[in-house]
């Protein structure tokens, strides 16, 4: 792949995962929401954060995967009250 389209494609996707993010967190009461929801909320928001260290490009892809992971659990932990 060619890192322009490879740039140009993480751009669109974060566009697009911060979107419906934005979408998410205006729309869905988080104490009425379903488990469904809640999944597909973290699922954009690993997602979003997985694109935005791509375009960074720094970091190798394993990192990058380990760090957006880290926040998820991190944000679930912190939910359930652990």
Partial sequence: MK???FIRLNLILALAF???FVIIL???DPFKAS???IVIFYLVLFFLILSVLNLIGKIPF???ILISLSVIILLFIKKRGF
Avoid: E
């Fill in 3 to 5: 890192p322009r389209f």
């Fill in 26 to 28: 205006y729309s869905v």
């Fill in 18 to 20: 911060l979107i419906i």
């Fill in 35 to 37: 488990r469904f929801l």
């Fill in 62 to 64: 394993w990192v990058r």
